[in-house]
């Protein structure tokens, strides 16, 4: 039996991986309270349900510690249990919710007198009750909703592994993701961008990438990046960590940071649980 948790920030776009899980085949459940995961997924999969996802909400102080409880008794119950912890930056979660015209979880609805808690101070409040350090973190700032299933779909067909090494290329302009383990920045490389006919293109195509194969200082970033991963990943894996998220950013994330994540990607690619992904381009990798 699989079991996926998600949990993560109001606003960061869990209902739409619960929506792409159960459109995967999983029997969804939204917003279960902690303390009922354990005897709820039992009484799953006494009744044959093999794949399980369920939405934990972490607005309290002692949710996060007891989810992890309960995932652990699941775990020890020989349960195959994933975290996936969805998270934004604040301005990216203040713009949803001003779109939305929604009010935010922790915003008062009858406020105290002298009660200045406006919609950022209560996004501030429900990060500090999160807990990133047992889950894969998918920072959604960035991503449409139509990008974020296609990266809930690469999620759950990722292979199992103990560590699961994801490359992800970004975009400088629109800031660092969230959820970056090491961060790369390759705006000293040349920049395709200035070639008319490179520019509509991005790292993934033949052109693009004969170009930067022909620069020997691109060649040579990507082999120095490589040895630091190799000499430095088996430290990661003997914590027991269980995600390695390795950023790749270029001012536009179109070129250079989508070819170096590929070349990283192709190089590693023997590894399991390795995958790619870009965060500025409109189709990401499946």
């Given at each position: 039996m699989q079991v996926i948790a998600v949990t993560g920030l109001s606003g960061s776009g869990k209902s739409v991986a619960i929506r792409q899980l159960e459109d995967s085949g999983y029997y969804c459940i939204d917003n279960l309270p902690v303390d009922f995961i354990v005897p709820v997924i039992q009484s799953?999969?006494?009744?044959?349900?093999?794949?399980?996802?369920?939405?934990?909400?972490?607005?309290?102080?002692?949710?996060?510690?007891?989810?992890?409880?309960?995932?652990?008794?699941?775990?020890?119950?020989?349960?195959?249990?994933?975290?996936?912890?969805?998270?934004?930056?604040?301005?990216?979660?203040?713009?949803?919710?001003?779109?939305?015209?929604?009010?935010h979880p922790l915003t008062p609805l009858n406020r105290e007198p002298g009660d200045q808690t406006g919609l950022q101070e209560a996004i501030a409040q429900e990060r500090s009750l999160m807990s990133l350090e047992d889950g894969f973190v998918l920072d959604t700032s960035d991503l449409t909703p139509s990008m974020l299933k296609a990266w809930i779909r690469q999620f759950i067909n990722a292979p199992a592994s103990e560590m699961t090494i994801s490359f992800e290329s970004f975009a400088f302009k629109k800031g660092i993701p969230v959820a970056a383990d090491f961060v790369f920045d390759v705006r000293n490389l040349p920049n395709p961008y200035y070639d008319t006919a490179l520019r509509p293109l991005t790292g993934q195509d033949?052109?693009?990438?004969?170009?930067?194969?022909?620069?020997?200082?691109?060649?040579?970033?990507?082999?120095?990046?490589?040895?630091?991963?190799?000499?430095?990943?088996?430290?990661?894996?003997?914590?027991?960590?269980?995600?390695l998220t390795i950023c790749i950013g270029c001012t536009g994330g179109q070129h250079r940071s989508v070819f170096v994540a590929e070349e990283l990607y192709r190089r590693f690619s023997s590894i399991a649980g390795v995958v790619v992904r870009h965060r500025a381009l409109k189709l990401p990798r499946i």
């Open positions: 799953l999969r006494d009744r044959g349900q093999e794949k399980v996802a369920v939405s934990v909400d972490i607005r309290s102080k002692a949710a996060p510690q007891t989810a992890l409880r309960q995932c652990q008794a699941l775990k020890d119950l020989g349960i195959d249990v994933r975290i996936l912890a969805l998270t934004a930056s604040t301005p990216a979660l203040v713009q949803r919710f001003s779109e939305t015209r929604r009010r033949k052109p693009v990438i004969d170009y930067l194969k022909s620069q020997p200082e691109v060649l040579e970033m990507v082999s120095d990046i490589e040895t630091f991963l190799r000499k430095w990943i088996p430290g990661f894996r003997a914590q027991g960590r269980h995600y």
